[in-house]
Nanobody
Framework: QVKLVESGGGLVQTGGSLRLSCAAP????????MGWFRQAPGKQRECVSA????????YYAEAVKGRFTISRNNAKNTAYLQMNTLKPEDTAVYFC??????????????????WGQGTQVTVSS
C-alpha cells in the first residue's frame, strides 16, 4: 500500500502559478510511475500529466502543454506539478496517483493503483 498526500492547491488569479506536491512517505517511491489527474464538477476525471520512475517518459495533456511541468525527486519521495499561466478552465480537484508499472507515463486512470485524496485548485477570472 502506498499513501499519497497532495498539497499546494489554492485560489489563484488567471495567469498565476501554483506548484502541487505529492508526497509518498515511507514507500519505495522509485518503484512507481506517477500521474496527475484532475476532475472538475460535472466532468470526467482526466490525466493532466504523468512521469515514469526516472523521468524518461513524460506525458502531458494537450490542454496543459507548455504551461505545466511535471517532475519528481525520488530521494524525497515526492512528485511535483508546476502549473503556470493558469486559466479558469484549470479549476478542478487535482489528484496524484501511482502505478506499479514504473516505466510507464500512462494517461489511463485504470492503470493506477494508488490515489491521493486530492487538492482543490481554483482559478478566478
Amino acid at each position: 500500500q502506498v499513501k499519497l498526500v497532495e498539497s499546494g492547491g489554492g485560489l489563484v488569479q488567471t495567469g498565476g502559478s501554483l506548484r502541487l506536491s505529492c508526497a509518498a512517505p515511507g514507500g519505495t517511491f522509485s518503484n512507481y510511475g506517477m500521474g496527475w489527474f484532475r476532475q472538475a464538477p460535472g466532468k470526467q476525471r482526466e490525466c493532466v500529466s504523468a512521469i515514469s520512475w526516472a523521468g524518461g517518459e513524460i506525458y502531458y495533456a494537450e490542454a496543459v502543454k507548455g504551461r505545466f511541468t511535471i517532475s519528481r525527486n525520488n530521494a524525497k519521495n515526492t512528485a511535483y506539478l508546476q502549473m503556470n499561466t493558469l486559466k479558469p478552465e484549470d479549476t478542478a480537484v487535482y489528484f496524484c496517483a501511482a502505478t506499479s508499472d514504473r516505466y510507464s507515463a500512462t494517461s489511463r486512470d485504470y492503470e493506477y493503483d494508488f490515489w491521493g485524496q486530492g487538492t482543490q485548485v481554483t482559478v478566478s477570472s
